[in-house]
Nanobody
Framework: QVQVVESGGGLVQAGGSLRLSCTAS????????MGWFRQAPGKEREGISC????????YYTDNVRGRFTISRDNAKKTLYLQMNSVNAEDTAMYYC?????????????????WGPGTQVTVTS
């Protein structure tokens, strides 16, 4: 069974930076497109970034493009999200998932076994 575990969240001041990590097991990590998703209180989960299996292609939604950078280390089976210039709207639980796809500017995944997530809270 595919399992993912996110880490690296915490409290960060507005304008600051944070790096999230995601480790995955039960899958051939290096063959999978991987994505980051988030869910703010009272809102649906949304995809924000997706990276191809080789790391050469990455997609971002408009609300994070230019501030967040997705990357991966296939040897370590680890996915990263570097978050810079964070703001209050970035406060959310962050999740990673395999098999992401970019369609018409939105990012999706059919993954069903979501991990516990890692909480990011931006303070003023």
């Amino acid at each position: 069974q595919v399992q993912v575990v996110e880490s690296g969240g915490g409290l960060v001041q507005a304008g600051g930076s944070l790096r999230l990590s995601c480790t995955a097991s039960g899958l051939t990590f290096g063959n999978k497109d991987m994505g980051w998703f988030r869910q703010a209180p009272g809102k649906e989960r949304e995809g924000i970034s997706c990276i191809g299996w080789s790391g050469s292609i990455a997609y971002y939604t408009d609300n994070v493009r230019g501030r967040f950078t997705i990357s991966r280390d296939n040897a370590k089976k680890t996915l990263y999200l570097q978050m810079n210039s964070v703001n209050a709207e970035d406060t959310a639980m962050y999740y990673c998932a395999p098999d992401c796809a970019n369609r018409e500017g939105r990012i999706y995944s059919s993954f069903g076994n979501w991990g516990p997530g890692t909480q990011v809270t931006v303070t003023s």
